[in-house]
């Protein structure tokens, strides 16, 4: 018989919060009428932990702050009072290496598409889980491939909402053709980004470019925090829109996000990048943000 998952079967041991609570993973809840399950009304974060530490905190909390505003929401609670939650979860679930996730939504109310004035409490929670470092590292090794989709979503890709089905879908439809990710191609032929991830692509010359900011792309931390520490590397670096073919005929390609920095792009829709295997400037952007960020590159 095939093991199913299920979320009350958890790994024992891991601790969610939810509202004000510290509670089994596989026990922790929020009431059917929250918003963000009955119309996605929420944002959300995601850091990497390294030796019990949140990667980027202050960045990812800017984004939270804003994401929030941008839907008329205030954080449920100070930054301070944020951060020792964060870290009582991390502490709590004894997982020195992994990813804390973190979710607010306009909280649970009779349904109706206006929210009302004085708002029900936000629903915050947190969760934590291990990251798989063996995947990581093999993804680091010997890079990933990435398949192209139509960019479906809507008008505010800058905001992090929890609203992520064409980010799954596009997901999807990457891994049944045998990718690792999914780059989104919008209606002009241009890359905006990965599903979850911010797309980058090094030129002949050696420049390294990636989509300018606007409400086509998610305002990745990694993608900020490698922009400052390859500014402060003085390597040549362009925030600008890049075609499908710029792409395929880039030197190296890679990826970022929090789950993983600099992953290298080998393959673009079954078509070799550069070598076909992880390139050298890419490595050198993951050392240089991993050194910015606190992290062990070794
Ligand atoms: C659509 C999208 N773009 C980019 C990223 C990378 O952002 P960050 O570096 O903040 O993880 C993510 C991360 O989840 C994402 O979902």
Same mark, same amino acid.
């Given at each position: 018989m095939t093991k199913k998952w299920s979320a009350s079967r958890a790994p024992a041991g891991r601790i969610a919060y939810v509202n004000g609570r510290y509670l089994p993973h596989g026990e922790a809840a929020v009431h059917i009428e929250d918003r963000a399950l009955q119309l996605g009304d929420g944002i959300y974060e995601v850091t990497n932990v390294i030796n019990f530490q949140p990667i980027d905190e202050e960045a990812h909390l800017e984004r939270m702050e804003r994401s929030l505003r941008e839907i008329g929401m205030a954080m449920p609670m100070g930054r301070a009072a944020l951060k020792l939650v964060m870290r009582e979860v991390i502490a709590r679930n004894r997982i020195p290496n992994g990813l804390l996730y973190l979710q607010v939504t306009r909280g649970a109310v009779r349904r109706d598409h206006v929210p009302p004035k004085?708002?029900?409490r936000p629903t915050l929670i947190l969760t934590m889980r291990a990251q798989d470092m063996a995947g990581l590292a093999s993804r680091m090794q010997k890079g990933i491939a990435v398949s192209t989709q139509p960019d479906?979503?809507?008008?505010?890709?800058d905001i992090k909402t929890v609203q992520l089905l064409p980010n799954l879908l596009a997901k999807q439809a990457a891994k049944a053709a045998g990718a690792f990710e999914a780059w989104l191609i919008d209606a002009d032929g241009y890359v905006t980004e990965g599903a979850s991830t911010n797309a980058w692509i090094v030129d002949a010359d050696g420049t390294v470019i990636t989509r300018d900011l606007s409400n086509a792309i998610l305002p990745g931390v990694t993608r900020r925090i490698m922009l400052e520490a390859m500014a402060e590397g003085q390597m040549k670096v362009v925030e600008r829109k890049f075609t499908l073919s710029e792409a395929l005929a880039a030197r190296e390609a890679f990826i970022s996000s $929090?789950?993983? $920095?600099a992953v290298p792009v080998v393959a673009i829709d079954g078509k070799t990048i550069g070598q076909g295997v992880p390139g050298p400037l890419t490595r050198r952007i993951y050392g240089l943000y991993a050194a910015r960020a606190g992290i062990n590159s070794d």
């Open positions: 004085d708002g029900p479906i979503r809507w008008g505010r890709c $929090a789950t993983g $920095a």
